[in-house]
């Protein structure tokens, strides 16, 4: 299967502003998206011979890719000082200085820290692998209860920067989940493990999938509006290029 991506540019309020074109022969309609946390705008084109009314229909989406482009934070990258989540309450990241390479939650502090220390040119990747450890436990922990509880095995779990979902689960019981999970609120977390879980017995969203997720977490109305109102906030923090873009379609 071809795919390719295409360089272009186009104006937006007098600026210019690049625009990826991907020929995805999958898609079955043309879909501009803009990426939640860097901004970048792109066109999907099933084929070739699709571009320009790809390039076309992008151009005709100015004032709606303006509109998403107004809404985008600014970046938190993993530095000291910097403010993010863990477990869903706001921590500030303090460097100190020392040579061992060890990330903290620092319990005595007058406000909730996550202490660095090691070098600071290591810092970013430190804390994102802190972050990522955090959320194999925390996943861990909850799909073995879950996996019990409904009687299923889980063949594998891996933990990702997903682009495009919080979770999946394949038919052959392996598990992967992105450790921006790990930010939000834990019952959010909670969710997105029974969600996959409940895959096992269910490769299906219909009533009898939704009454096995009922049964682990309870309502989780909750937690799929904080996902839709929240969750591409998470993707400000630390490296970014990986998100779930906003999309309009032809």
Not at 48 to 57: K, T
Not at 108 to 130: H, K, M, Q
Not at 230 to 241: A, I, K, M, W
Request: charged fraction near 25%; proline fraction near 6%.
């Amino acid at each position: 299967m071809t795919r390719a991506t295409y360089k272009n540019l186009m104006r937006i309020g007098g600026q210019p502003v690049p625009l990826n074109v991907r020929i995805n022969p999958r898609a079955r309609r043309i879909i501009v998206k803009v990426h939640p946390s860097t901004g970048a705008v792109s066109v999907v084109a099933p084929s070739a011979r699709a571009v320009n009314p790809a390039l076309d229909f992008a151009r005709s989406e100015r004032g709606w890719i303006a509109e998403r482009l107004a809404r985008i934070p600014p970046p938190v990258p993993f530095a000291p000082g910097a403010v993010l989540p863990y477990r869903g309450v706001d921590h500030v990241i303090r460097w100190s200085g020392s040579k061992r390479g060890l990330v903290v939650i620092d319990q005595e502090a007058y406000r909730p820290t996550i202490r660095v220390s090691g070098g600071l040119e290591f810092l970013n990747r430190r804390i994102e692998d802190w972050f990522k450890r955090q959320a194999r436990f925390h996943l861990t922990r909850k799909v073995e209860a879950y996996a019990e509880a409904l009687g299923v095995k889980v063949r594998r779990l891996t933990i990702r920067d997903g682009a495009s979902r919080w979770g999946s689960c394949s038919s052959n019981g392996a598990l992967s989940f992105s450790w921006r999970l790990v930010m939000a609120p834990p019952f959010v977390l909670d969710y997105v493990a029974a969600h996959e879980v409940a895959h096992l017995r269910e490769m299906n969203h219909g009533p009898r999938f939704w009454r096995l997720v009922e049964r682990m977490v309870g309502d989780s109305t909750a937690a799929q509006d904080w996902l839709r109102e929240n969750g591409s906030q998470l993707h400000r923090y630390g490296d970014l290029g990986s998100g779930h873009a906003a999309e309009a379609a032809l």
